[in-house]
Nanobody
Framework: QVQLVESGGGLVQTGASLRLSCVAS???????MGWFRQAPGKEREFVAA????????AYADSVKGRFNIARNSAKTTLYLQMDSLEPEDTAVYYC??????????????WGQGTQVTVSS
């Protein structure tokens, strides 16, 4: 059974950077991984994802050019580098994983989430 544990959230000011990490345990060979987020009063939304093979990536339009998704060489740790953060990025960020090639989901395995708060 695959488990995901996120870390790296926090409180930052507008324009700052944060890097989220997600450590996967279990057999995720061939799995795509990604990030979703949920802001207060809003539905969960896709942020970014990366495929197992070839490292194909996909990003939400709202974060394109500011966020970068990557995996370590063993493909067991997922990162989300977030630059030029805006108050609109405030949300709980969830790491996701699944044996899918459809990077925008759906995903069946979710982490517990990490809070990112951007103050203006």
């Amino acid at each position: 059974q695959v488990q995901l544990v996120e870390s790296g959230g926090g409180l930052v000011q507008t324009g700052a950077s944060l890097r989220l990490s997600c450590v996967a345990s279990g057999d995720i060979s061939g799995w795509s991984m990604g990030w979703f987020r949920q802001a207060p009063g809003k539905e969960r939304e896709f942020v970014a994802a990366i495929s197992w093979a070839l490292g194909r990536t996909a990003y939400a339009d709202s974060v394109k050019g500011r966020f970068n998704i990557a995996r370590n060489s063993a493909k067991t740790t997922l990162y989300l580098q977030m630059d030029s953060l805006e108050p609109e990025d405030t949300a709980v960020y969830y790491c996701v994983a699944d044996s899918t090639n459809v990077l925008r989901g759906p995903y069946r395995t979710w982490g517990q989430g990490t809070q990112v708060t951007v103050s203006s």
